[in-house]
T-cell receptor
Framework: GAGVSQSPSNKVTEKGKDVELRCDPISGHTALYWYRQSLGQGLEFLIY????????KSGLPSDRFSAERTGGSVSTLTIQRTQQEDSAVYLCASSLGLGREETQYFGPGTRLLVL | KNQVEQSPQSLIILEGKNCTLQ??????????LRWYKQDTGRGPVSLTIMTFSENTKSNGRYTATLDADTKQSSLHITASQLSDSASYIC????????????FGTGTRLKVLA
């Protein structure tokens, strides 16, 4: 596609439910990142994937968070047993590679609200 | 501790005026620094990328400066337009080989007619 797309754009769920957020990166981009942006906070790195390498999961806040990237393209971020503090905008970005001057292209985000 | 601090937190200016946003960082090892523009409800969009050896870089009405000695950067917006209303995020990339993105909390700019 022309840009990074994410779905759903908005998600409201009840505390304790599981949610799945999807990211479609730009075609040909080997690197894919997930970030979380809470109200009034900077972007918080969660996880990134690069090609077939093992993902860097160092930013995942707890074991309730996991992510997959199938076929080196689409990625799914799963949050199990959601908590109210998980409410945030979840942003996905992709880049051609991991070079130090690579530009990350961001999707519009998924706004998650946990009631 | 690796941090990126931005100021002011928010700013309101009149259309046509200039403004300067500040970014101070304590990130090491430094790789490069980026400024992003984030419109409400959208993902951030890259404005500039500056490496250690670059002092100034322009992108249209946006000019970024970098002082690697004092670990400060600024983003200057000239002749502001209503469409400049957005959050401006300073990002410092840390590392060599494996890169980490350290994001500031942003400056919210509102341009009034």
């Amino acid at each position: 596609g022309a840009g990074v797309s994410q779905s759903p754009s908005n998600k409201v769920t009840e505390k304790g439910k599981d949610v799945e957020l999807r990211c479609d990166p730009i075609s040909g981009h080997t690197a894919l990142y997930w970030y979380r942006q809470s109200l009034g906070q900077g972007l918080e790195f969660l996880i990134y994937f690069q090609g077939n390498s093992a993902p860097d999961k160092s930013g995942l806040p707890s074991d309730r968070f996991s992510a997959e990237r199938t076929g080196g393209s689409v990625s799914t971020l799963t949050i199990q047993r959601t908590q109210q503090e998980d409410s945030a905008v979840y942003l996905c970005a992709s880049s051609l590679g991991l070079g130090r001057e690579e530009t990350q292209y961001f999707g519009p985000g998924t706004r998650l609200l946990v009631l | 501790k690796n941090q990126v601090e931005q100021s002011p937190q928010s700013l309101i200016i009149l259309e046509g005026k200039n403004c300067t946003l500040q970014c101070n960082y304590t990130v090491s090892p430094f790789s490069n620094l980026r400024w992003y523009k984030q419109d409400t409800g959208r993902g951030p969009v890259s404005l500039t990328i500056m490496t250690f050896s670059e002092n100034t870089k322009s992108n249209g009405r946006y000019t970024a400066t970098l002082d690697a000695d004092t670990k400060q950067s600024s983003l200057h917006i000239t002749a502001s337009q209503l469409s400049d209303s957005a959050s401006y995020i300073c990002v410092v990339i840390r590392g060599s080989g494996t890169y980490k993105y350290i994001f500031g909390t942003g400056t919210r700019l509102k341009v009034l007619a």
